[in-house]
């Protein structure tokens, strides 16, 4: 096991790659690291190796405290890895560990951290397709979000500001009006083979948005046309202040 308590990796000039991190890996567990570029993975792992001396915190590797071990005594090892090499691989794991700016925001299975991002930075990052997040207020016993009259979701407030989290796997495009549903006019269609992903150019009060939503390949709509995108409403979550709204 792996276990980190309070990792700190501060460089000079006051930049902390690791910021104050606790996480622990099982034994035989495949764990993976995401998080874009400059987030803290490289170091982390420099960190557990003994490449890095951290600033604070501790390492504990096997149950043994190996935080002062130099690296040859941590019986542990990196090797070079580029994805240009193994181009047909996929990451799958166990658990992953979503970084952002040195901290760990999200510690789940795969498919834990992509159906129920714990956060709106999550929910932008996980996902071959971003998930729409949009700007809403809840009014009047229902959530208005860029003009369509959504159900009000558990544990929000009238009169709450929120965001509406709905992966684009999960919405479906209408070529008919409904009070449900985000109008607009089809921008971009992008053939992903077997479907499509389709975005939308939607008015609404907080400016023009994009909405995406992917189809079938029978489905290809035209575009500069109209269409009205249809949340399915039990695979949406809300945001609020950035984090998930736990009912």
């Not at 991002?117 to 929910?123: D, K, L, R, Y």
């Not at 997040?133 to 709450?160: I, N, S, T």
Request: glycine residues 10%.
């Amino acid at each position: 096991m792996i276990s980190l308590h309070g990792l700190t990796k501060e460089f000079p000039g006051g930049v902390r790659a690791v910021d104050a991190l606790d996480l622990e890996i099982a034994d035989g567990e495949f764990f993976a690291l995401l998080g874009p570029s400059g987030c803290g993975k490289t170091t982390l792992l420099r960190t557990i190796a003994g490449l890095e001396t951290p600033t604070s915190g501790n390492i504990v590797i096997g149950g043994t405290d190996v935080t002062a071990l130099p690296p040859g005594r941590r019986d542990v090892a990196m090797v070079f890895q580029d994805y240009a090499l193994s181009p047909h691989m996929d990451v799958m794991a166990d658990r992953i560990a979503v970084m952002s700016a040195g901290r760990i925001t999200q510690v789940g299975t795969p498919s834990q951290v992509f159906q129920r991002p714990a956060n709106t930075f999550v929910a932008s990052f996980i996902g071959s397709t971003p998930m729409n997040l949009l700007p809403g207020v809840a009014k009047d016993g229902a959530l208005r979000v860029a003009g369509a009259v959504l159900p009000m979701a558990p544990g929000v407030a009238e009169g709450e500001e929120i965001v509406y989290g709905l992966r684009p796997e999960y919405m479906d495009l209408s070529a008919s009006p409904r009070q449900d549903a985000f109008a607009g006019h089809v921008s971009v269609v992008e053939n992903l083979g077997t479907s499509y992903l389709v975005t939308l150019e939607v008015a609404s009060d907080a400016g023009d948005l994009l909405v995406q939503a992917v189809v079938p390949e029978d489905a290809e709509p035209t575009r500069g046309g109209p269409a009205w995108a249809v949340p399915r409403h039990d695979r949406a979550l809300v945001y609020r202040d950035g984090e998930l709204v736990v009912p």
